[in-house]
């Protein structure tokens, strides 16, 4: 999975790598930074959504694109897309051009919009990486494990770095019946809850 990536998609990893890191640098707000998460956290990502039963493999927040250039390399095994949800067009149209890049076009399948307004009606889920709006995560974490597949598997991203906001949350996660969860201390934090 990780021993072949094309050389094209390399490319974009680092270009994406690059843009979060000075875009940090210049202190640029979240919601208009384009929010990437650490390579290792992606290899993470990638090896998690490979190992996931089957059902659908979604990210809910595109940003750049460089989590779902990760999670194609799980898609790419699986036979099947990666649907990546965004809200923001910006966002999107650097994530399209990200893609069309790295030449993985027919791995993924961009739903612009909120995700709230397609989770009622979505297909059975495998794998799902949440990593938008941190006041969204506990509506759409119930949401979603209404379709999540048995032994499904969610990861949820920024877990220590914003920890005075998403503690409230994770002690949810962490007392549910319904799931296994556990923080992984990569990254910036990720927890990861197995559906029961």
């Known amino acids: 999975m990780f021993h072949d990536i094309p050389d094209t998609m390399l490319a974009c990893m680092r270009t994406l790598e690059s843009a979060d890191a000075e875009e940090r640098r210049l202190k640029v707000p979240a919601p208009q930074r384009l929010c990437a998460v650490p390579p290792e956290t992606g290899r993470f990502l990638a090896i998690l959504a490979a190992a996931a039963p089957p059902g659908a493999l979604i990210e809910i927040g595109t940003s750049g694109g460089y989590s779902t250039l990760w999670l194609t390399r799980a898609a790419l095994l699986r036979k099947q897309q990666v649907q990546s949800f965004e809200i923001s067009p910006a966002k999107l149209a650097i994530a399209r051009d990200t893609f069309a890049r790295a ?39 119930e949401r979603l494990l209404s379709i999540l597949v048995k032994g499904g598997i969610l990861a949820m991203d920024n877990i220590l770095s914003h920890k005075e906001v998403l503690a409230p949350f994770v002690n949810h996660v962490m007392a549910d019946p319904r799931v296994d969860a556990e923080v992984i201390p990569i990254g910036k934090g990720v927890l990861v809850a197995r559906r029961n």
Not at 111 to 131: K, Q, S, Y
């Open 103 to 141: 030449g993985v076009n027919d791995l993924v399948r961009i739903t612009e919009g909120d995700v709230r307004e397609f989770l009622a009606d979505h297909e059975p889920v495998g794998f799902c990486f949440m990593d938008h709006d941190k006041t969204q995560y506990l509506e759409c974490y």
